[in-house]
Structure formats: structure tokens, C-alpha cells
């Protein structure tokens, strides 16, 4: 069995970060979902725990971050294509989150962008072509 990934965010309106996140393409698993949690699919091994913030307190004995305020962790999502990450970030703007929080990055051979959610969790979607990324990265080696 491949490992699975769970990002457990706290949120402060889980209906509207459910609909936040299936606007960015995430299923619901409602499995794993009730009025305190939500399981969020982007893929076989990539899952958001969305958690209001008195579940999430039930995990952790240190204050919650204000991610508006202050950032503990980024979180970067790898897509097919440039396009695709352009088509990402259009619909986090789409459904409310703030775009390109960061400075765009492009190097030929990897492309990137930031976006922050509902709640200020900042998240980065990144292309790269691995050959070319090998090839540029060996020629940039020292000697």
C-alpha cells in the first residue's frame, strides 16, 4: 500500500472550505466527514482534513495559528502542466482565495504559484519536467 498524506488544517467555516476546495477539484470522502470534519481528496494519497477549530483542538495542546497572521507550514501540490497550474490558481481566485501570495516562479524547467485559502494557508502548485530539470540542474554543477 502506497502512504498516504493527511494535511489536517483547522478552519473557521467548514461548509464554506468544503465548497473552496472541491472548487479546486478535492472530493469529498463522506466517510470521513461529519459537522466537526471533512475529508477532502485530491488524490489516492493526497488528503485534507478540513477541522473546525474545536476538533482540531482535540489534537494539539498549543494554540491555533492565525494563518492570516502568521504561516506555520507551506504546502505545495505538483500538477501536470504549466496550464494546469495556472488552471488551479484561477479557480482558487475563483472561489474566494487570494492568489500568487508569492512571487510566481519560472525557470524553463519548473514552474510555480502560490495561493492562500479561506482561512490564510498558504498553498503552492508547482510543474516540473524532471528531464530537463536533471539536464539544467547538471549543468549548473560545480566542477
Known sequence: MSKLIFVNLPVSD???????????GATN?????DHTAACMVFSETIHVMLL????????TPKAIA????????LICLSA??????????T???GAGGTVDVGPKQDYGFMYGRSFEDLDGH??????????AAKETMGEMAPA
Open 66 to 73: 492565525d494563518a492570516k497572521k502568521t504561516t506555520e507550514v
Open 52 to 59: 473546525t477549530h474545536d476538533k482540531f483542538r482535540q489534537f
Open 91 to 93: 479557480r482558487a481566485n
Open 14 to 24: 467548514l461548509p464554506r472550505s468544503m465548497a473552496f476546495y472541491a472548487a479546486l
Open 29 to 33: 470522502n463522506e466517510q470521513f466527514t
Open 80 to 89: 501536470e502542466s504549466r496550464e494546469a497550474v495556472d488552471d488551479i490558481l
Open 122 to 131: 498558504i498553498w503552492e502548485v508547482m510543474w516540473m519536467d524532471l528531464e
